[in-house]
């Protein structure tokens, strides 16, 4: 499932992790005021600010929804997540908030990004934070996360899991098939089990924005694909949806008053069960 990054004397990361090319985990942590990013992300993620400046707000908006999400479901009894797309670890991240609600809840991150799993794994080494488990691999190969030891040990497929897609899934590419990806993943999963789903959207930028923006991301290691809310309602054929169904992640279930704007943020949330 890939190597452990290393790191080279002296501090410099070894050329496995490919620092000079900008990796969307890494930007996001920079939205988020993270600091486990390098040069090359910092100036990727000032273009894509500078094209649109809601980016920022929109990260922020999207980790909220995700723990608002990850409650939720908790709350059903939901106590194994698969969260693929994980990105670099921060406050509030899919064990802690699943945790809060059902300390025995079990949780396996995938990403690809070697970085990733380096200060995943730090972090999982700690006490306190229940049963977990980091692995490296890619959403465009769901057949391999479903394959891993990693997810064998530790989610019982007979029972229903959270599936976490956060704002990953528009970094598949129309001919990656995400429709098809998504539906091996479910697939694989027991009656019961949740999708947790955020995606990107250009509904409400104009189109030479939208433009800037995935230029910016053509350059990184992954690209990124705003689509409509049809084109994410699409994806959840044949699943019950949880009101308030697709909406901008800020109106998903929000726990006070949404500010102003909340319906046009360039990111959409939904909640969906598996009959």
């Known amino acids: 499932m ?129 049963r977990t488990s980091v692995l490296q691999a890619d959403l465009r190969d769901p057949a391999a996360i479903l394959a891993a030891p990693e997810v064998g040990e530790l989610l019982d497929p007979d029972r229903p899991v959270a599936l976490v897609l956060a704002a990953v899934m528009h970094f598949l590419r129309d001919e990656d098939d995400p429709a098809g990806v998504l539906r091996t993943l479910l697939d694989a999963l027991a009656p019961g089990s949740h999708l947790i789903l955020s995606h990107g959207t250009a509904d409400f930028i104009p189109a030479e924005i939208r433009d800037r923006v995935t230029g910016v991301y053509d350059k990184a290691t992954a690209p990124l694909v705003g689509r409509s809310r049809a084109e994410v309602e699409g994806f959840l054929d044949g699943l019950e949806i949880l009101e308030p169904g697709v909406v901008t992640v800020p109106l998903w279930r929000p726990e006070g008053e949404p500010a102003e704007g909340a319906d046009r943020v360039s990111m959409y949330g939904v909640v969906a069960r598996k009959p």
């Open 2 to 130: 890939g190597e452990d990054i290393s790191w080279e004397p002296g501090g410099k990361p070894s050329a496995a992790l490919r620092p000079e090319i900008p990796h969307p985990a890494r930007m996001y942590d920079y939205y988020l005021g993270g600091k486990d990013n390098f040069p090359a992300d910092r100036e990727a993620a000032e273009r894509a600010l500078a094209a649109n400046p809601e980016f920022r707000s929109t990260a922020r908006a999207n980790r909220a929804f995700l723990q608002r999400a990850v409650r939720h479901v908790a709350a059903l009894g939901i106590d194994q997540f698969l969260d693929i797309g994980t990105g670099i670890p921060t406050a509030g991240n899919t064990h802690e908030t699943a945790q809060t609600v059902t300390p025995s809840a079990r949780v396996v991150y995938v990403d690809n990004d070697p970085i990733v799993l380096t200060h995943a794994r730090a972090l999982m080494a700690g006490m306190g934070h229940g």
